[in-house]
């Protein structure tokens, strides 16, 4: 790999101090850290039930555990039928589909926006959707709690 120069090192240093300006005046807004956190923390728990009967599908597919478990649209519908759960595919797709265009972009994409680079699209997004995301991650939890 090319080294840098002495200027492009300068460059390079000036973006990241500027992103890092961008990302403090962020974090530093308490209802913007919030609300990206708690939504956050409510798809984290979708993720994490939806993974334990992903594990169980794999392990039976295969035999053995898997080492490291991805969250794939493409496994999701097999994965919860597997385990009879009838959720709405609609719903499936709004949580963990690959739908990346603004306004529907699902809770999967929209997560990755906030953890990876706090995206002000996504920021916008996020408060314009908030109720109608928690409605939806709501929705699909409802589904483990009454087999209670």
């Not at 080294?3 to 460059?11: A, D, G, I, R």
């Not at 961008?22 to 708690?38: F, G, M, N, P, T």
């Not at 035999?63 to 994965?79: A, F, I, S, T, Y």
């Amino acid at each position: 790999m090319k080294k840098l120069s002495e200027e492009e090192k300068k460059l390079l240093h000036a973006k990241a101090s500027l992103e890092l300006n961008r990302l403090e005046k962020i974090y530093s807004d308490r209802d913007v850290k919030a609300r990206a956190d708690a939504f956050k923390d409510k798809f984290q728990i979708c993720e994490a039930v939806y993974k334990t009967l992903l594990a169980e599908h794999q392990y039976r597919k295969t035999g053995k555990l898997p080492q490291r478990m991805k969250l794939d649209m493409r496994q999701v519908p097999h994965v919860l039928t597997f385990a009879g759960y009838g959720i709405e595919k609609d719903l499936q797709e709004k949580l963990f589909g690959g739908e990346k265009k603004k306004g529907t972009r699902s809770a999967k994409m929209l997560r990755d926006m906030l953890t990876h680079s706090m995206d002000e699209r996504a920021i916008q997004e996020l408060n314009e959707r908030n109720e109608e995301l928690h409605n939806d991650m709501d929705n699909f939890l409802k589904a483990f709690k009454q087999n209670q």
